[in-house]
T-cell receptor, first 114, second 112 residues
Framework: KAGVTQTPRYLIKTRGQQVTLSCSPISGHRSVSWYQQTPGQGLQFLFEYFSETQRNKGNFPGRFSGRQFSNSRSEMNVSTLELGDSALYLC?????????????FGQGTRLTVV | EDQVTQSPEALRLQEGESSSLNCSYTVSGLRGLFWYRQDPGKGPEFLFTLYSAGEEKEKERLKATLTKKESFLHITAPKPEDSATYLCAVLIPTGANSKLTFGKGITLSVRP
């Protein structure tokens, strides 16, 4: 059974650009959550999607957005990149109707903003 | 404000030297506390869920316990393969839903 797949694994972008990250959940999972992980702040919740609807959102500026497609795949977008957006972005998928802590995490996308 | 604090930030042990990792929290309406293990370059891997004070869970050399203000992850006779970052998180209500708030993690190194 394939795990959660995040693409790309690594990304280098310039300040001011935008970026789109992709997450394919485990087959049959309908809930996808996104997290940002940095050495200083640790793991912080970005948003949660279930059945193409955003159910929950963390305390991030509007430059961070996401969406979920009918096949449960999800994307997150960051516009007008800042140096501080450099981080590991993780997504997690779960079966239940609301994000559960037992969710399975992907390996993440390492974003570097220069 | 809901907070999760883990200590120490880093811990170095000799193989076989038992110890405990601490996770303290100040949360309104706790719906559960969770422990994860994260290896370098990988996403967190779920270990345990604890819901009420006094609850304990065990898995191999790991045992997690919960009180009303903190949780401990006890590691008995650790091996080098237990080296990783251990994260705790609390599930808190946000309106009709809930979200995970993580601590910053404890980096454990076990020397052979």
């Amino acid at each position: 059974k394939a795990g959660v797949t995040q693409t790309p694994r690594y990304l280098i972008k310039t300040r001011g650009q935008q970026v789109t990250l992709s997450c394919s959940p485990i087959s049959g999972h309908r809930s996808v959550s996104w997290y940002q992980q940095t050495p200083g702040q640790g793991l912080q919740f970005l948003f949660e999607y279930f059945s193409e609807t955003q159910r929950n959102k963390g305390n991030f500026p509007g430059r961070f957005s996401g969406r979920q497609f009918s096949n449960s795949r999800s994307e997150m977008n960051v516009s007008t990149l800042e140096l501080g957006d450099s981080a590991l972005y993780l997504c997690a998928s779960s079966l239940a109707g609301r994000a559960r802590p037992e969710a399975f995490f992907g390996q993440g996308t390492r974003l570097t903003v220069v | 404000e809901d907070q999760v604090t883990q200590s120490p930030e880093a811990l170095r042990l000799q193989e076989g030297e038992s110890s405990s990792l601490n996770c303290s929290y100040t949360v309104s309406g706790l719906r559960g506390l969770f422990w994860y293990r994260q290896d370098p370059g990988k996403g967190p891997e779920f270990l345990f869920t604890l819901y009420s004070a006094g609850e304990e869970k065990e898995k191999e050399r790991l045992k997690a316990t919960l009180t009303k203000k903190e949780s401990f992850l006890h590691i008995t006779a650790p091996k080098p393969e237990d080296s990783a970052t251990y994260l705790c998180a609390v599930l808190i209500p946000t309106g009709a839903n809930s979200k995970l708030t993580f601590g910053k993690g404890i980096t454990l190194s076990v020397r052979p």
